[in-house]
């Protein structure tokens, strides 16, 4: 059998992928979303599991951007139900970056509420990307049960999706203003929704200032 120079070029763009440099493993990365075959794509999500770097991960995702979106998708769903936490957030990162609605059934409830911080957030994120219209307000709802989660870095990713839906949140954040352990977080968002220009930093801790004296100010009213 014939290997051709584009066989050659796939084989180390393959090997390159696995380097123990990540300044090699980002150039393989690019190279092959340069020239993207289907042979890459189950490589693709095998690196996209465990690499640590973050811009390598995010030239993987570009890499698997560039392939059909008929040979990626099944495989994205299908990992989604990975094991491995950084299978499951990368591969909603990606299906967030494709973009095609035929994905927002693997979207459920639990994923959204998942143990793991980073597959919440990139659930999030994916979510209001992925929502069909008309169901934002039911989204809007299951993503204010997870209000207060985990750290500022969390609780901005949350406040970002909640926002991208727009004013259909208001309900859910307005109910949420009557628990005491949210009530801030819900508080900032609405000032975000209302005053994108507003800092995340500056609206939580105006937030737990109007929590703190007892304040009944929300935002919207």
Do not use: Y
Not at 4 to 19: F, M, V, Y
Not at 49 to 55: G, K, Q, T
Not at 195 to 213: H, M, N, Q, S
């Amino acid at each position: 059998m014939t290997i051709t120079k584009q066989d050659t070029d796939a084989i180390r763009a393959l090997q390159g992928l696995e380097d123990s440099s990540s300044s090699v493993r980002l150039r393989a990365a690019l190279a092959v979303g340069t020239a993207p075959d289907p042979r890459f794509i189950g490589k693709l999500l095998e690196r996209c599991a465990v690499e640590p770097e973050f811009f390598v991960r995010d030239m993987l995702t570009w890499a698997l951007t560039r392939h059909p979106v008929s040979l990626t998708l099944p495989e994205l769903i299908r990992a989604v139900d990975c094991e491995q936490p950084q299978a499951r957030s990368q591969a909603l990162h990606t299906l967030s970056k494709i973009g095609d609605r035929r994905a927002w059934p693997v979207i459920t409830r639990e994923l959204l509420s998942d143990a793991d911080d980073e597959v919440a957030r990139a659930a999030w994120r994916a979510a209001v990307v992925l929502v069909p219209e008309g169901e934002e307000p039911a989204l809007a709802a299951v993503l204010a049960t997870q209000l207060g989660r985990g750290n500022r870095e969390t609780q901005l990713s949350l406040s970002r999706a909640l926002v991208a839906l727009g004013d259909v949140i208001v309900p859910a954040l307005r109910a949420a203003t009557s628990a005491p352990d949210v009530r801030a977080h819900a508080l900032a968002t609405q000032r975000l929704l209302h005053d994108p220009d507003t800092g995340f930093a500056f609206a939580i801790e105006e937030a737990k200032r109007v929590v703190a004296l007892g304040g009944d100010r929300q935002e919207g009213r």
